[in-house]
């Protein structure tokens, strides 16, 4: 069993840890502006942080426009730029994408009691489960804790009254994948397939480890001593957690989300909508975090943690510019500080002061 990371999605601590490192050595390169734009200074800088390989998809224009990967898959083996990641948490906006593009064709309802299709047998007797919408999973308000493992009977239940306050579950997310299979008698990969990875052409994305996997490809995830950890091997899909992509076609799918593709107004509109305050200046929408930037600007944001993984990804839709960062170690969050100041300027800067406000 995976150990459990609560920081996996909440970029609360990871940011945190990087204003600590802001004036350590780490960043003392500061002032070569234009590390990024050479390549042999950005592998020597990922070297310094033990970072073993960086991924990154650089969104301007509403569309893809840069993707990039540095360092090694195995020993003098340059990663390339077709790198398999397992991006954690990152499979939540799928999850959720997936969902409101059924939204939108009217075939699903955000406010529909779940229970009609789904109840888990741990709750059955809990009245509170005929709160459950997909509203309130899409923006963590159901509940639940993150994972049931977590509690001490092993057993899913209410930490609070559904919709009444925010607390992040990966066990919503799979709640509402097992209602989406009740209702449509399909698979979630293959509903994800369906209305996601084959119009996008994102034929190296899957939520199931098998044959496909190009191992030659593929980022192992590693400790921040360089261990490497076995990698997580799912034969069902998971709603929450262990997507396999690349850079280009998760940048891709961002694109798409950046853009509306497949969404009514409505539905577009819900998602980037504030559905719960998470702290000042921040909020959680439908499938994704809210940072308010101000003068009407804002960012969407998710992150993922596991075991080797570490993966944020920013999207700003009034400018339709985007980053995404994919890391293959414990500590990769040490070098999102100085990507995201890079990439995405002022901009950037105030997600940061966000995020690291008391």
């Known amino acids: 069993m995976k150990i459990f990371y609560f920081i996996a999605f909440q970029l609360k601590i990871i940011l945190l840890g990087i204003a600590l490192f802001c004036n350590q050595t780490v960043f003392s390169q500061e002032q070569k502006q234009g590390i990024f734009d050479n390549d042999q200074e950005t592998e020597k800088w990922l070297k310094e942080n033990n970072v073993p390989t960086l991924g990154l998809g650089v969104i301007s224009e509403g569309k893809l426009k840069q993707i990039r990967v540095f360092g090694n898959l195995k020993r003098d083996s340059p990663a390339p730029y077709n790198t398999i990641w397992n991006v954690a948490s990152l499979t939540k906006p799928v ?209 993922g943690a596991d075991q080797g993984v570490q993966t944020p990804l920013f999207l700003l839709p009034k400018t339709k510019q985007g980053l995404l960062i994919f890391t293959n170690v414990d500590d990769g969050y040490k070098v999102y500080f100085k990507l995201i100041k890079y990439f995405l300027g002022e901009n950037g800067k105030k997600l940061i002061e966000i995020e690291t406000k008391s």
């Open 95 to 303: 999850t959720a994408i997936t969902t409101l593009k059924l939204v939108s064709q009217g075939k699903w309802d955000l406010d529909e009691p779940l229970y009609k299709y789904w109840i888990d047998p741990d709750i059955a007797n809990d009245p509170n489960y005929k709160l459950l919408t997909t509203r309130i999973v899409l923006s963590h308000q159901t509940g639940f804790p993150n994972w049931r493992y977590m509690n001490k009977s092993g057993k899913l239940d209410f930490k609070f009254k559904p919709g009444t306050q925010y607390q992040y579950s990966g066990e919503g997310m799979e709640y509402l994948r097992k209602a989406l299979e009740k209702k449509f008698g399909k698979t979630l990969d293959q509903m994800a397939s369906e209305l996601i990875f084959q119009p996008l052409k994102m034929n190296d994305t899957q939520f199931i480890w098998n044959d496909k996997v190009d191992l030659s490809r593929y980022a192992v995830n590693y400790d921040k001593n360089g261990n490497a950890y076995e990698p997580t091997k799912n034969k069902t899909a998971n709603a929450a957690d262990d997507l396999l992509t690349t850079i280009q076609d998760y940048g891709t799918f961002l694109c798409s989300v950046i853009n509306g593709d497949g969404l009514s107004k409505k539905v577009y509109e819900e998602m980037n909508s504030h559905q719960v305050t998470t702290k000042k200046d921040k909020y959680f929408g439908l499938g994704f975090e809210i940072y308010d930037l101000g003068n009407e600007n804002y960012a969407l944001s998710h992150g």
